[in-house]
Protein backbone atom coordinates (compact mmCIF):
# COMPACT_ATOMS: atom_id res chain seq x y z
CA UNK A 1 0.00 0.00 0.00
CA UNK A 2 2.67 2.49 1.26
CA UNK A 3 5.42 1.49 -2.32
CA UNK A 4 1.94 2.36 -4.24
CA UNK A 5 1.80 5.79 -3.03
CA UNK A 6 5.32 6.42 -2.86
CA UNK A 7 4.85 5.31 -6.64
CA UNK A 8 2.31 7.39 -7.82
CA UNK A 9 3.44 10.74 -5.64
CA UNK A 10 6.90 10.34 -7.38
CA UNK A 11 5.41 9.34 -10.81
CA UNK A 12 2.90 12.49 -10.44
CA UNK A 13 5.54 14.91 -9.00
CA UNK A 14 8.02 13.75 -12.43
CA UNK A 15 4.73 14.36 -14.77
CA UNK A 16 4.38 18.14 -13.32
CA UNK A 17 8.36 18.79 -13.32
CA UNK A 18 8.21 17.57 -17.16
CA UNK A 19 5.28 19.16 -18.29
CA UNK A 20 6.94 22.45 -16.78
CA UNK A 21 9.94 21.91 -19.17
CA UNK A 22 8.17 21.13 -21.66
CA UNK A 23 6.03 24.36 -21.61
CA UNK A 24 9.18 26.20 -20.98
CA UNK A 25 10.90 25.14 -23.82
CA UNK A 26 8.71 24.72 -26.70
CA UNK A 27 5.92 27.13 -25.75
CA UNK A 28 7.79 30.13 -24.58
CA UNK A 29 4.61 32.71 -24.88
CA UNK A 30 3.02 30.39 -22.23
CA UNK A 31 5.80 30.17 -20.19
CA UNK A 32 5.44 33.83 -19.86
CA UNK A 33 2.02 34.27 -19.56
CA UNK A 34 2.88 31.58 -16.56
CA UNK A 35 4.87 33.46 -15.15
CA UNK A 36 3.58 36.76 -15.17
CA UNK A 37 0.49 34.68 -13.75
CA UNK A 38 2.91 33.19 -10.93
CA UNK A 39 4.22 36.38 -9.32
CA UNK A 40 1.20 38.56 -9.98
CA UNK A 41 -0.60 36.11 -7.12
CA UNK A 42 0.10 38.07 -3.71
CA UNK A 43 -1.72 36.15 -0.45
CA UNK A 44 -2.98 38.74 1.46
CA UNK A 45 -2.63 38.95 5.37
CA UNK A 46 -4.24 41.03 7.52
CA UNK A 47 -5.16 43.60 4.68
CA UNK A 48 -1.43 43.77 3.60
CA UNK A 49 0.57 41.20 1.23
CA UNK A 50 2.42 38.82 3.17
CA UNK A 51 5.93 39.09 2.11
CA UNK A 52 8.33 36.34 1.16
CA UNK A 53 10.33 36.90 4.35
CA UNK A 54 7.07 36.67 6.60
CA UNK A 55 6.64 33.21 5.07
CA UNK A 56 10.04 32.22 6.11
CA UNK A 57 9.66 32.99 9.46
CA UNK A 58 6.31 31.40 9.34
CA UNK A 59 7.79 28.05 8.26
CA UNK A 60 10.73 28.27 10.54
CA UNK A 61 8.36 28.84 13.78
CA UNK A 62 5.77 26.16 12.86
CA UNK A 63 9.08 23.64 12.45
CA UNK A 64 9.88 24.65 15.62
CA UNK A 65 6.81 24.10 17.15
CA UNK A 66 6.30 20.90 15.47
CA UNK A 67 9.68 20.02 16.71
CA UNK A 68 9.31 21.23 20.33
CA UNK A 69 5.71 19.30 20.73
CA UNK A 70 6.54 15.99 19.12
CA UNK A 71 9.42 16.13 21.63
CA UNK A 72 7.70 16.85 24.40
CA UNK A 73 5.12 14.70 23.58
CA UNK A 74 7.41 11.73 23.22
CA UNK A 75 8.78 12.55 26.83
CA UNK A 76 5.98 12.76 28.97
CA UNK A 77 5.21 9.16 26.99
CA UNK A 78 8.42 7.70 27.45
CA UNK A 79 11.07 9.97 28.67
CA UNK A 80 13.97 7.95 27.81
CA UNK A 81 13.16 8.32 24.13
CA UNK A 82 13.23 11.98 23.98
CA UNK A 83 17.10 12.45 22.93
CA UNK A 84 16.31 9.89 20.49
CA UNK A 85 13.28 12.50 19.55
CA UNK A 86 16.03 15.49 19.21
CA UNK A 87 18.58 13.53 17.37
CA UNK A 88 16.06 12.16 14.77
CA UNK A 89 14.71 15.54 14.45
CA UNK A 90 18.61 17.09 13.99
CA UNK A 91 19.33 14.57 11.53
CA UNK A 92 15.99 15.47 9.70
CA UNK A 93 16.45 19.11 9.72
CA UNK A 94 19.91 18.64 7.92
CA UNK A 95 18.53 16.41 5.40
CA UNK A 96 15.67 19.08 4.59
CA UNK A 97 18.17 21.66 4.64
CA UNK A 98 20.12 20.14 2.15
CA UNK A 99 17.23 19.42 -0.21
CA UNK A 100 16.26 23.22 -0.24
CA UNK A 101 20.17 23.64 -0.95
CA UNK A 102 20.22 21.15 -3.90
CA UNK A 103 16.97 22.47 -5.31
CA UNK A 104 18.11 26.12 -5.06
CA UNK A 105 21.12 25.42 -7.14
CA UNK A 106 18.88 23.25 -9.55
CA UNK A 107 16.19 26.37 -9.63
CA UNK A 108 19.14 28.74 -10.70
CA UNK A 109 20.85 26.86 -12.94
CA UNK A 110 17.38 26.00 -14.40
CA UNK A 111 17.04 30.02 -14.88
CA UNK A 112 20.11 29.77 -16.72
CA UNK A 113 19.09 27.11 -19.12
CA UNK A 114 15.67 28.31 -19.26
CA UNK A 115 17.10 31.58 -21.08
CA UNK A 116 15.74 33.79 -17.52
CA UNK A 117 12.35 32.12 -16.87
CA UNK A 118 11.86 30.13 -13.35
CA UNK A 119 9.29 27.88 -14.94
CA UNK A 120 12.05 25.78 -16.20
CA UNK A 121 13.65 25.52 -13.20
CA UNK A 122 11.23 25.04 -10.83
CA UNK A 123 10.14 22.14 -13.76
CA UNK A 124 13.83 20.57 -13.26
CA UNK A 125 13.71 20.54 -9.62
CA UNK A 126 10.34 19.06 -9.33
CA UNK A 127 11.63 16.22 -12.47
CA UNK A 128 14.49 15.40 -10.62
CA UNK A 129 12.75 14.94 -6.72
CA UNK A 130 10.62 12.70 -8.41
CA UNK A 131 13.51 10.85 -9.36
CA UNK A 132 15.33 10.62 -6.75
CA UNK A 133 12.45 9.34 -5.14
CA UNK A 134 11.96 6.82 -7.40
CA UNK A 135 15.70 5.63 -7.32
CA UNK A 136 16.21 5.98 -3.31
CA UNK A 137 13.03 3.56 -3.64
CA UNK A 138 14.70 1.30 -5.53
CA UNK A 139 17.65 1.00 -3.48
CA UNK A 140 15.96 0.87 0.18
CA UNK A 141 13.15 -0.98 -0.75
Not at 19 to 30: C, R, V
Not at 72 to 84: C, D, G, H, K, N
Not at 104 to 133: C, H, Y
Request: net charge positive.
Amino acid sequence: MANDVINWVSFTIQIVGLLLITIELYLPPLAERLKTFLESVQFRLFGRPATTQYWNWVAIGSYIAIWVISVATVSLMEPSMSIVANVAFTIFTVFLGTVFFVSKVFVKLGIVLGRGNAIGGVGLVLALMGFTIELSRMFFV
